[in-house]
């Protein structure tokens, strides 16, 4: 019994799922949209449907939490909008950003093409980077347990004391 198989029915079948994404030359060609230098290799990623990357509220949060939380500059990180960028995927992200950590507010991992497992607010590594997702900014102005959980990820992100 020899029985030829055919690769292109097969393979599709077993590999259906996009674990990393493939670059596509087209995408590629254009640079994003940001805000900030990433003097930190540090890139802070928003699903901001409405403002050009955050209502000021969420801003000034943001500020605050880079500048008096993790006491750096707010040249020291880059914000890229997705919703602002046409085929922003992971892999065009860390070619133009080079990031060391990434922060994503209301964005999900498969929105920047990664089909991992991503709980909320908690760190993970992957290609070199590590990851917090979490959920929209506004989401941390008013929820006390939230913010705690958030800043909890940060801490352990860039390597701070907890017991602060």
Known sequence: MNESIDNTVVLPRLFNKEIYAVE??????????????????????????????????SFQKLEEIITKG?????????IVNIYKNESCNFIHLQ?????????????LPTSIRLHIDAPLCEVIDFADCKMIFAETMETYISNIEKKKKLWLALQ????????K
């Open 24 to 57: 596509d030359k087209k995408s590629s060609e254009s640079a994003f949209q940001f805000s900030g230098k990433s003097l930190s290799s540090i890139l802070i990623l928003t699903g901001d449907k409405k403002n050009e990357f955050f209502s000021s509220e």
């Open 95 to 107: 070619k133009q950003f080079l990031p060391k950590n990434i922060i994503a507010f209301g964005v």
């Open 70 to 78: 993790l006491k750096l500059a707010m040249d020291d990180v880059a």
């Open 156 to 163: 352990i992100m860039f390597g701070l004391n907890q017991n």
